[in-house]
């Protein structure tokens, strides 16, 4: 899918002329959520990520049982993260604390942090 700078505002990936990362890492809020609400979301999200980025890794794609402990899905998405460009943090990340720990991870390692903003939620797409 070619890449394009129209529209990047309208999603909080400002370019300012220069090249989007390569490799973008999802961080949505997950627990306390029903989790196929979450899986549309998230797919919704990786959806419109994947027309700036090259590639885009969904932490539910992670290849981790569901039902897994917490702890072994945190252990998996922080390599994830680790191996991404940029981190892209969904609405409401703030009060999630695994959402919390990627983008600490994401800020003192140098990775890009991109923000999605308040008034555009992926599940307005058609």
């Not at 191996?83 to 990340?93: E, L, N, R, V």
């Not at 890009?112 to 939620?121: G, I, L, P, Q, T």
Request: charged content about 25%; aromatic content about 10%.
């Amino acid at each position: 899918m070619a890449k394009t700078s129209v529209g990047y505002q309208n999603y909080g990936l400002k370019t300012n002329g220069k090249t989007m990362a390569k490799k973008v890492y999802i961080s949505l809020p997950i627990a306390h959520y029903d989790l196929e609400e979450r899986r549309a979301y998230a797919q919704k999200v990786e959806d419109m990520l994947k027309c700036f980025y090259d590639e885009v890794v969904n932490p539910l794609k992670n290849g981790i049982d569901a039902e897994a402990h917490w702890s072994i899905h945190m252990r998996k998405d922080i390599q994830d993260l680790l191996q991404c460009d940029a981190i892209y943090m969904c609405q409401d990340w703030q009060w999630s604390h695994g959402c919390k720990l990627e983008h600490d991870v994401a800020t003192s390692c140098g990775i890009e942090v991109k923000y999605e903003k308040d008034s555009w939620k992926p599940n307005n797409l058609g």
